[in-house]
């Protein structure tokens, strides 16, 4: 089992930026993919950035491309998500979630564990 523990959140103005962490326990995710989603009120989740065990292998939605960056810590067994230049539309609970095997995928359902989120609010 992997426990996952997402800090970071917070309110910022947009413009601004922030760095989300993703502790992991129990288990090393050095293997694992990693991937941030996130979920605004009455929408879908959605993958947002992911990164391959080895770190080489990154994938960004198109909405995030050049403004986020997803990097990962094996030794820490953490994962990060650097945002910045946030817009109000990137407001969302960000989740961080891990792969056991396989490549990077997009569907939720492909993701084994989850944390329990952190809150994201860009102000206009």
């Known amino acids: 089992q992997v426990q996952l523990v997402e800090s970071g959140g917070g309110l910022v103005q947009a413009g601004g930026s922030l760095r989300l962490s993703c502790a992991a326990s129990?288990?090393?995710?050095?293997?694992?993919?990693m991937g941030w989603f996130r979920q605004a009120p009455g929408k879908e989740r959605d993958l947002v950035a992911a990164?391959?065990?080895?770190?080489?292998?990154?994938y960004y939605a198109d909405s995030v491309k050049g403004r986020f960056t997803i990097s990962r810590d094996n030794a820490k067994n953490t994962v990060y998500l650097q945002m910045t230049s946030l817009k109000p539309e990137d407001t969302a609970v960000y989740y961080c979630?891990?792969?056991?095997?396989?490549?990077?995928?997009?569907?939720?359902?492909?993701?084994?564990?989850w944390g329990q989120g952190t809150q994201v609010t860009v102000s206009s």
């Open positions: 979630a891990a792969r056991a095997e396989g490549a990077i995928v997009l569907r939720t359902t492909a993701y084994e564990y």
């Open positions: 129990g288990r090393t995710i050095s293997r694992a993919v």
């Open positions: 990164v391959s065990g080895s770190g080489i292998s990154t």
